[in-house]
């Protein structure tokens, strides 16, 4: 078939990848305007634009995917099919209808379960010991349309989202182009979600990303994980912001106050509402990550030293 290939960050390459070697005609690539990004805000194309353009394939980059620009080009190139993956923009019906197959989008849960922006975020927030990947078609409403297929994939007790994105971003990839595959031999159809077990996962942002040491141990160290590596968690150490790789809860650390620091020869501990959780890397503001032994022997935490306080 011939297909427009819709994706923009690091997690839809290997699908577009996976697309571009097989039998399927990638006939143009649709992804985000470029960003500014580095310590130079140089604009910069999007990771799945880069593949894209290595390939010698067309890349369009309209402001909104409802852009009569756009529209006409996609109606010229007149594609059997659109694969979506991540492509952060809003598809409205006149898009919608130009494949004769739709647009199929990839999306990194088991729908109807974390239906939205940040469903692996949302799976290692809320402790969730199995997620996956499924595709469906694209409806005006949001990850609502019939699904065509899933993976499933396990929560590891440490996984970071970035880990866990990256696994279903591989799996993810051969589930999508057995749909393409199967929608063109006609052997596949989709199948409408479930009424029940419906849960949304809006994007997380950096106010949600702060850490609040009064909470449980346990929940400290999902959200930490859940904003690794985006947006990243915090908290203020001496009223500069500290941010924090993973942590890990312990249980055969002293006790200490929600906040507190505790500082041995080779290890440094936070107090939670429960026990403690040991920090791993640190970023001070305006600092590179590093070892949060080798930022406590520079600071030297007192007893008055608290995260989060203000």
């Known amino acids: 078939m011939k297909l427009v290939f819709a994706g923009t960050p690091e997690a839809a390459v290997p699908s577009l990848k996976t697309l571009l070697g097989s039998h399927h005609e990638v006939a143009a690539v649709v992804t985000r305007p470029d960003a500014r990004s580095g310590r130079g805000r140089r604009l910069s194309p999007s990771p799945v634009a880069q593949v894209a353009e290595e390939a010698g394939v067309e890349v369009l980059k309209p402001e909104k995917a409802s852009d009569p620009e756009f529209l006409d080009r996609l109606r010229a190139i007149a594609p059997d099919c659109c694969p979506v993956v991540a492509y952060g923009a809003l598809l409205r019906q006149e898009a919608l209808d130009i494949p004769h197959h739709g647009w199929v989008n990839l999306h990194f849960s088991l729908l109807p379960q974390w239906r939205g922006a940040a469903p692996v975020q949302h799976a290692v927030l809320h402790g969730d010991d199995l997620t996956g990947a499924a595709v469906f078609r694209i409806e005006p409403d949001l990850d609502t349309g019939p699904v065509f297929g ?29 749909t393409v595959d199967g929608i063109e031999s006609g052997e596949l159809e989709p199948r409408p979600q479930e009424p029940d077990g419906v849960s949304f996962a809006p994007k997380l942002t950096t106010a949600d990303a702060e850490v609040d040491f009064t909470a449980p141990a346990m929940y400290v160290d999902r959200l930490i994980r859940a904003c690794a590596p985006a947006p990243g968690a915090w908290s203020t150490f001496r009223g500069e912001r500290l941010k924090f790789g993973p942590v890990r809860p312990v249980t055969d650390a002293d006790a200490l106050p929600p906040g507190r620091l505790g500082v041995t020869k080779d290890r440094v501990f936070a107090g939670t509402a429960t026990h403690p959780v040991e920090l791993g890397e640190v970023q001070p503001q305006g600092k590179r990550s590093m070892a949060a032994v080798d930022w406590a022997r520079g600071v030297r935490p007192t007893d008055d030293d608290v995260l989060g306080a203000t």
């Open 150 to 178: 899933t993976v499933v994939e396990p929560v590891g007790p440490r996984d970071t989202s970035g880990d866990l994105l990256a696994r279903l971003a591989e799996s993810g990839a051969g589930l999508l182009l057995r």
